[in-house]
Every structure is written in C-alpha cells, then in structure tokens.
C-alpha cells in the first residue's frame, strides 16, 4: 500500500579529551575502533557499500551516482537498510509523521545503547510536551544572550592554534568548542563541567570510531551527570526560561509534571545533542576554505557574507546522512516498495545536493534564490530545536577564523567519520 503524501509546516534533534597529545589522539581516530560488526539481515538486496573506508569527496561522489541511478536505494550493510537520496523524498518523510516513526530507530546504523530520550526518540504528540520546553531557550533573545559567551570560548580554544600557526582544527578545537558552550548552556557547577567536557570527547570518539564498550560507558556516565544536574536544579531552582533543566522540571502535561526518567532521558540527550554534528562540520568548513582560497579572501574583504556562507557550507557539507525513520505499514517511494518496519536512512547531504532542487549543486554560490530551503537540520516535528545555537557557534566560529588567518593548508590526512554523520574526524593544518 502505498502512503499519501501530506505536507506540513514544521515545527531535530540523538559525548573526554584528556591532556593527550593531539598525536596521540590523532593516531587513535586515523586507527580507528574496531569496526562495528552485524550480522547480514534476512533482506539482502545489496544495491551499494555502507561500510566502507571513505575520503572526503567519495559520500557525495556515492549519493550523485545513486541519484541517477537508484535514488531509493537498499544496502545490507549495517543491519540493512534503504537511503532516501533525493530531496522531495526526504522532505517528505520527514512531513508524514504519521506514516514514518522516530521512537523505533532514530539514526542508521543503529548506536543507541541506552533508554528512550525524549524528544528525538519520541514521536508527536509525546514527543512535544518535551520539545514546547525547551524550545524557548533557544529563541533569538537568549542567542543575543549567548553570543559574547560563544565568542569567548571560541577565542579561548582557538587562540593557540593560531599563536603555533598550526593544529588539528577537529582535535585541538571543534572537539572542544560544543563541549565547554552546552556546559554554560546547563549551568553546570565548574567541577561537573570539567567531567561533562572530559566524557563528553571521549564519547564523541566512540560514536565516531563505533567503539560500542566505550560509546555504552559513557553514555552510561552521562547519564549519571543528568542525574546530578536534575538533583541540583531541584535544589537550586533557575529560571525555567534561563534554564533547560528547571524548564522541564517546571513543565506540565495535563496538569501533571513531566515523568522524571524521562526528563532524566531528555537532559542526557540535550548534553550530547550538539556534539558530533558540529565536531565534523568545522573540519568542513575548514577543508572548504583549504582548498578554495579566493572564499576565504572573499569573506576576509567582507565579513557580512560571512552569515550567508554559513548556509551555503551547510549546504554543501550536511553532516547528517543517517537520521531514520521507520514505515508504520508498507509504503511505495520513488517506484520502490518498502516494507513495514524496515529502516530507513534520511540523506540529508544527498538531499541537499540534488540537482533538481538546487541549480549547480556542488558549487559554492551566494546567490541563491531562497526558493528551497537547505535541510542541514532537518525538518517538520524533529527539526533541530537547538539549531538556533548551532548556527549561532558555527558562524562565530567562522567569523574568528575568517579574522585571525589569511590562508589554511592542509599538513596531514583526513580520517572520515561515517553512517549516520558526514564529515572528517581530525583536519591537521597549518595557518599563515
């Protein structure tokens, strides 16, 4: 049976860098974990490779030819699974909430080790109780807000790269950088923020490498953090429009308080939420600008581009690949039937590079008519609440970058992550 496409408005969101030196940590990411291992599904239509070592150019090389070719595709790689590569596919399947789920597998392959956590494992209308409370704080006040704060921190990270004239822009800052702002952003007692920014890179390592033992422990850690921030705020009330923990404590559904292990669930999402995505973007951008220096002298003779570049980088360099969802009944997409309760990847990076719904696709262009809005942070009920801070960390990071170096090159390789993110791992470089 094939589903009926409704469109709706929208209304996105699924962890220690010790003293090591950057080497060290380099060596362990180009190394990686060991690989993770599954059997093959019962459905082994095999139309291309998941699980495959990749460059930075080879995932969009993947998704052009499956565009042409197969644009629903199936892999049996990573438990099996179909990828929806074109843009009005994703779009809508991330519109029909009622057909596709997010509470059964929200990314591919499958990483979580641990309880449901509102509200990216939550379909509508459980999920929004959860979203309603923290979405004001991010409104375009509390970024005013956050935004010397940001500029602070990037600074302090970035300032010594730029004083050796060389580092790792992925290990050395963005691993860094998303980390230190969200323990601000909790109001976190400095001790517990310096165990939060501690777990948090090494979790963000074992997502990366897909060390599944390390990935479960600290994710395990972190939820012993959750615990302590919600005992603190019950002592310690904030703000609830200040404050993401005493929101949803403050939150009610019905009249009744929100269910604390699922707030519990919630505080450890929102924690880790902003980790990874930005992590790899920065490499990106950085990468971007490497390769095309006439961009970089471009925003350097005129920083007001800087916020429209952003989108564009977004664009062309989504570092979401994987986000998932899950058909409620067989469903036809594209011309191919997909089973009830077989996974589904939405390629953001595909979608947002093809060609029929965005002219010259893989060219950098500032010119573009906003007819189609990019989907770097998705969309309908799960679009990204925090984007607002994302966006807001990512141009500052952009704008001091732009401001503090005059060319970037590239002094050693580029170990990739891979499903469910796009982007590299750790960017060594050298500034002048």
């Known amino acids: 049976m094939s589903t009926t496409w409704e469109m709706r408005v929208p209304d996105y969101d699924e962890d220690r860098t010790t003293d090591d030196t950057t080497q060290t940590m380099r060596q362990a990411l180009t190394g990686g974990a060991e690989r993770l291992k599954v059997e093959r ?33 199936h892999t049996s790689d990573f438990e099996g699974f179909w990828v929806l590569t074109k843009y009005e596919d994703v779009f809508r399947t991330l519109a029909d909430v009622e057909t596709f789920s997010t509470a059964v597998q929200n990314v591919v392959p499958r990483v979580a080790t641990s309880g449901r956590r509102p509200p990216l494992h939550l379909d509508p209308p459980e999920h929004t109780p959860y979203r309603r409370a923290v979405t004001p704080l991010f409104s375009t006040v509390r970024m005013q807000h956050w ?22 822009i992925c290990v050395d800052f963005s691993y860094r950088l998303p980390i230190f702002v969200l323990a601000e952003f909790f109001n976190i007692p400095p001790a517990q923020a310096e165990k939060i920014r501690d777990i948090g890179a090494d979790f963000n390592r074992a997502l990366q490498t897909k060390d599944m033992a390390k990935l479960e422990q600290t994710s395990l850690f972190l939820y012993e953090v959750a615990r302590d921030i919600i005992e603190l705020r019950k002592r310690e009330p904030l703000d609830p429009k200040e ?6 404590l403050a939150a009610r559904q019905d009249g009744e308080p929100l269910p604390e292990p699922m707030i519990l669930g919630t505080i450890r999402q929102l924690l ?27 925003l350097k003779d005129d920083p007001s581009l800087i916020p429209a570049a952003l989108e564009e980088l977004l664009r062309l360099y989504t570092p979401y690949r994987g986000f998932a969802r899950t058909p409620k009944r067989d469903v036809e997409i594209g011309g191919r039937l997909i089973r009830k309760d077989e996974a589904i990847a939405l390629s953001f990076t595909s ?3 093809d060609p029929d719904a965005f002219e010259d696709p893989d ?16 969309f309908g009920p799960h679009q990204c609440a925090g984007a607002p801070l994302a966006r807001l960390m990512l141009r500052v990071t952009l704008e001091e970058i732009i401001a503090k170096t005059s ?15 796009y982007g590299p791992l750790s960017v060594p470089v050298q500034f002048s």
């Open 363 to 378: 060219e950098f262009r500032l010119d573009r008519a906003k007819t189609r809005q990019h989907m770097a942070f998705g």
């Open 147 to 168: 935004e010397p704060i940001v500029r602070r921190i990037t600074q302090d990270l970035f300032q010594p790269l730029v004083d050796r004239g060389e580092g790792d």
């Open 41 to 73: 599904p019962v459905n082994t239509l095999h139309e291309f490779d998941a699980d495959v070592s990749e460059d930075f150019d080879s995932p969009h090389a993947l998704f052009s030819d499956l565009r042409g070719r197969c644009p629903v595709a």
């Open 407 to 421: 060319r970037i090159e590239i002094t050693g390789p580029v170990p990739m992550t891979t499903w469910p993110e």
């Open 272 to 298: 880790v939420v902003g980790i990874i995505a930005p992590t790899t973007f920065t490499g990106s951008m950085v990468i971007h600008l490497a390769r095309h220096p006439e961009h970089h002298r471009m």
């Open 351 to 353: 979608a947002n590079r």
């Open 243 to 248: 404050d993401p923990t005493s929101a949803l």
